[in-house]
């Protein structure tokens, strides 16, 4: 093959993958590298809507189509503008931006005020929550009384009583991003479901099939952590309702969103075994064929007789009959 028919091989490939890209999409870790955004940026960019993706109905994961990687790349700013809008800051850079000091930027998060876009844990399985640079700044623009003088009354009684609203605020917003990703009842009644611990879930469900069906169709709230199971608790406790309050309101949702779903069709069910043939009904059985007692057949040959125990000769009877024939008397 010479180098212009390689050339021409190359350019036919490219475009079988382009035409191909453009049918089903980009895989989720192409589409971060054409992107420029690290897989962390870009799954938080996909959950907060930035970007578009597609769904097959095989139930593989999420591709992104090639006209939305255009659309994003001919974006005024990209890849600094795409990458901004999704930025995500702790405690200490968050307190920076509304230039406030991280005390009371953990108070106002405690309280509510900020609300927590993801999470990690640290070496020491310590909660660090991030928040949204853009959510921030916005927040000081139109919130600034709270940014200055003493803090306000209502904030110190929530902390007096321990209040701490971050890992609710945050399954609240995880869970709305979920139920805006899907039109489907059945998959929306699952993403209510996945923040309520299973004896609530069974209480609000009681049809086993229905539970089964929303555990099926259950979302992942936080990505899978390879760390120890002393991290995988911390975690898991994040994820469901835990004021009663939430959990009350997470009830009603999942019912409504139940009701919703049985409209639209039945949760599936194992269907019934199935015979070859069906069996005739027990009395047309025993009219059609009664019962008859069938007699036992006389043996045509009598058993063979059990042959005689032959006797046993002692050595006295034997002695006696060798003298019987030796004496006169038994020879006359």
Sequence with gaps: MTVHEAAVAYHEATVRDHEAAAVRGIAPARAARELELKRSEFDLAVQLGHIRTTRDPDGSPPRVGQAEIDRL??????????????????????????TISPARFTRLARTGHFTPVRFY???????????????????ARDHAELLTGRTPPTVLAALAAGEDRRARTWRGRRLGLLLRSTADPWERAAA??????????????????????????????????AQSPAAQEVVAG?????????IL????????????????GPAPRPEPAKTSQSLPDPAHRRSARPWTVRSRPALTEPAPARPARPTRRTPLALLARLRRRKSPAART
């Design 73 to 98: 790349r001919g974006a005024k700013g990209f890849p600094d503008a795409l990458r901004d809008r999704g930025r995500a800051v702790g405690t200490v850079e968050g307190a920076a931006l509304v």
């Design 121 to 139: 844990l640290n070496r020491y399985r310590a909660v660090v929550w991030l928040y949204l640079a853009d959510e921030l700044r916005e927040f």
């Design 192 to 225: 209510i479901a996945a923040v309520l611990d299973p004896v609530t879930m069974a209480e609000v469900v009681p049809d086993p099939y229905e539970r089964s069906h929303l555990r099926v169709l259950r979302p992942s709230l936080a990505p899978p952590l």
């Design 238 to 246: 994040l994820l469901l309702a835990d004021h009663p309050d939430e």
């Design 249 to 264: 309101w997470h009830r009603a949702s999942l019912a409504d969103a139940l009701r919703e779903a049985r409209r639209q």
